[in-house]
């Protein structure tokens, strides 16, 4: 944004300079990619906490819900950190929404085979 001045007490409208002859982004097209993306990496995200929490739950159910609660509580700091990254907020939106579907299935699966 060389050579353009903003008045004192006002802020600019975007960070991003437009070229000329293109159309800025606008807030349905950034759902309409983000959206696909995190539930893709929700779907991954459940699909492999859940297969990781049931082969510990095969061996031990305390010994499952005690490293399921390890890894997630681990991965939480960094993950919620890339969330204020624009590109990044997407996937840790699935995430984070993987993690309670797999926690879910996990918990009704131990109640229904004990």
């Known amino acids: ?12 409208v ?8 293109s159309t800025p982004v606008t807030g349905r097209d950034v759902y309409f990619t983000g959206v696909p993306i995190s ?3 929700a779907i991954l995200a459940a699909i492999a906490l859940t297969a990781f929490g049931s082969a510990l739950a ?3 159910v305390l010994l499952a819900i005690g490293i399921n609660l390890i890894v997630v509580g681990g991965g939480a700091p960094t993950v ?15 995430v984070c929404v993987g993690a309670v579907i797999s926690f879910v ?10």
Request: charged content about 15%; overall charge positive.
């Open 39 to 41: 539930v893709l990496v």
């Open 80 to 94: 919620l950190r890339w969330r204020k990254i624009p590109v990044w907020r997407w996937p840790v939106y699935g």
């Open 1 to 12: 944004m060389t050579g353009r001045v903003v008045p004192a007490g006002s802020t600019p």
């Open 105 to 114: 299935a996990l918990g009704i699966s131990v109640a229904t085979t004990v």
């Open 58 to 60: 095969d061996i031990n």
């Open 14 to 21: 975007t960070g991003r300079v437009v070229p000329a002859g």
